[in-house]
Every structure is written in C-alpha cells, then in structure tokens.
C-alpha cells in the first residue's frame, strides 16, 4: 500500500559529496518520522540520521557535521545531504518512514515502511 523509492547512491571519492532522496507513495494519511539508516558488509544496519516524533533530528555521532537529513513533506521526500564522505561511510544506506496508511474502507493504521536500498561507495 505504500512505496518507498531511493535514489542518489553511487560511487564517489573520499571527501566527495552525494545527496540520497527518498519518496513514499502509496495511500498515505501522515508520516510521523522519517530516518536513514545504513548497512556495511558484516556489519549490523545502524541509525545514520533521523527525524524524531517532535520534529528534531538526530545523528550517528561520526555523520555529525558532514551528514544532513532534511525532508519535504508535500512530497513525502526525505533527504540526506552526505559531504566529506569518508571511506568507512561505504555501505548499502536505506530510508525508514513510519507512516499512516489509510485504507479504502477508511481505517487507519501505522507501520514502518523501508525502502529498498542504494549503495554508495566511498573511494578513490
């Protein structure tokens, strides 16, 4: 019912820049929060940057200052702006949105929704 679409990954040299979008689809009724999350080869998915319940945001403490999630919610897009990329930042990043669905019988319900994933690379 509802899509997540990312886009903006590649490959880029270490203190290079990428902008990453995410756009959600579907029969939304509201999305609560919105955040970026982002996987290494071995490694667990962490929490890069995201925006909490009141509206703040909130980074992984080795983004801070380089990283920056903004969003547009007419267009129920998020973003996240990556500038001195390092090549520890490499790994498969994807967007996470809790949204409000509301169905063709008029109930609502909320859920997580993520996105598919991009890969960006970090490398020279």
């Known amino acids: 019912q509802v899509q997540l679409v990312e886009s903006g990954g590649g490959l880029v040299q270490p203190g290079g820049s990428l902008k990453l979008s995410c756009e959600a689809s579907g029969s939304i009724f509201s999305i609560n929060n919105m955040g970026w999350y982002r996987q290494a080869p071995g490694k667990q998915r962490e929490l890069v940057a995201a925006f909490t319940s009141g509206g703040s945001t909130d980074y992984e403490d080795s983004v801070k200052g380089r990283f920056t999630i903004s969003r547009d919610t007419a267009k129920n897009t998020v973003y996240l702006q990556m500038n001195s990329l390092k090549p520890e930042d490499s790994a498969v990043y994807y967007c996470?949105?809790?949204?409000?669905?509301?169905?063709?019988?008029?109930?609502?319900?909320?859920?997580?929704?993520w996105g598919e994933g991009t890969l960006v690379t970090v490398s020279s």
């Open positions: 996470q949105m809790a949204v409000v669905v509301v169905t063709n019988t008029g109930q609502h319900f909320a859920m997580d929704y």
